[in-house]
């Protein structure tokens, strides 16, 4: 055997950190962050007083592989969507609830469609999974909302699934109902899978998103706690998957994780229960109103146009214009990180679609917001507070 031979092998070859990741590895403390897609509102106090008074007397040991069934049950329960206890997963986030989805359903070679501009994630996921990640646009024209007819285009012999998301990561659009049953309607034609990541849906800015899953059973779901409750940190998330997906699933999450931690299907169980149901309805309210804060605060410091978001929580903003003096979106974010200590997203980690914005979480308290806003402002527009 060669002793030189490489240690590493091809899986993860050209993968790497997400630009995501990226900027924020590269900020400092003294940063303005409105880079990272986390909530700052604290894990709700109900949750952790629960967990408190109840830790001596929980079994924190392993858990049944899928998960609790009592949570899994209040899952179903609490789905806005036709799906039972049976064939939901609990994971450890949605991200590992994406993998274990596209592990047992792409086979090499295979092509998975992927939203451009979309999360990051996804093309690598798809490529640890063996297939190839394809784009399909979200067009500006369109307020970044899904055109099936778009998607449709995209589908090919090899296509095996393709990923949803709305409200979406970074646009914040929200997709009709009309696009999503017209297709749902296409892919069972195909037929192709649907991936509907809606770790956004509780975050909302008028009503509640549509899914396809309403119209389609060839549907996997991708849920978590972390955004909705404010979990992050706890890494609680499932996904629901057709029938003949339940069996591989469990498989594959029971050989690369067991379960996920008991005292976060714990938390997650109370979460379900109601007990958070007020500060998650004060959170969206909040967010509302830091969305429609950090819009003004453009408006006052800057001359830039941007995306007024349905959902999540971030803006996204056009840069575009500024390219002639500053560059491309990485060039413009590297500025602004290095020169301004402003963390901020560039469009391009979203795809080749995203060129040309950055975006810029409203998560942060409304005078952090300000302030970023106005160190943007004057680097792009040379404008003064």
């Known amino acids: 055997m060669d002793p030189s031979r490489a240690l590493a092998g091809s899986r993860m070859r050209g993968i790497e950190k997400t630009l995501i990741r990226r900027m924020h590895d590269l900020a400092d403390p003294s940063c303005i962050d409105l880079g990272l897609g986390e909530l700052r509102f604290p894990t709700p106090r109900p949750i952790l007083d629960h967990v408190r008074e109840n830790l001596d007397g929980w079994k924190l040991g392993y858990t ?4 609790y069934a009592e949570l899994r049950g209040l899952i179903a329960e609490k789905s806005r969507v036709p799906v039972t206890a049976d064939r939901i997963c609990v994971t450890v986030g949605a991200q590992e609830a994406l993998l274990a989805v596209l592990m047992v359903v792409v086979d090499r070679g ?10 990051p994630a996804y ?40 990923i949803l998301n709305s409200p ?26 649907a991936i509907s990541d809606e770790v956004y849906k509780e975050i909302a800015f008028g009503a509640p998103p549509p899914s396809i899953a309403s119209f389609s059973d060839r549907c996997a779901v991708i849920d978590s706690f972390s955004k909705s409750f404010c979990l992050t940190g706890w890494r609680i998330g499932w996904c629901a998957v057709p029938a003949e997906l339940v069996g591989p699933l469990a498989s594959f999450h029971q050989l690369a994780v ?39 605060c453009l408006r006052r410091h800057s001359d830039l146009g941007f995306v007024l978001p349905e959902g999540a929580f971030y803006l996204f903003v056009d840069v575009a214009p ?5 560059g491309g979106s990485l060039d413009i974010a590297l500025k602004l990180l290095a020169e301004d200590k402003v963390v901020t997203i560039p469009g391009v980690a979203f795809g080749s679609g995203g060129e040309g ?19 943007i402002g004057r680097r792009l527009a040379g404008r003064q507070a």
């Open 322 to 326: 500024k390219r002639a003096g500053f």
């Open 357 to 375: 914005w950055l975006r810029l979480s409203f998560a942060s308290e409304p005078e952090t917001l300000e302030e970023g806003i106005r160190r």
């Open 123 to 162: 093309p690598s996921l798809v490529r640890m999974a063996g297939g190839e990640p394809k784009s399909y646009p979200l067009r500006r024209e369109h307020g970044f909302r899904l055109k099936a007819d778009d998607v449709l285009a995209g589908i090919g012999e090899r296509t095996k699934a393709v």
């Open 258 to 296: 067991t379960c996920a931690p008991a005292i976060s299907q714990r938390a997650a169980i109370q979460a379900l229960r109601g007990a958070a149901d007020a500060d998650r309805a004060r959170n969206v309210a909040e967010l509302k109103a830091r969305r429609d804060f950090a819009a003004a």
């Open 168 to 193: 979406n990561n970074p646009t914040g659009a929200v997709y009709e109902e009309a696009e999503l049953k017209k297709l749902a309607d296409g892919l069972r034609a195909a037929p192709v899978l």
């Open 64 to 67: 049944p592989n899928e998960g």
């Open 110 to 119: 295979d092509e998975v469609l992927v939203p451009d501009p979309g999360f």
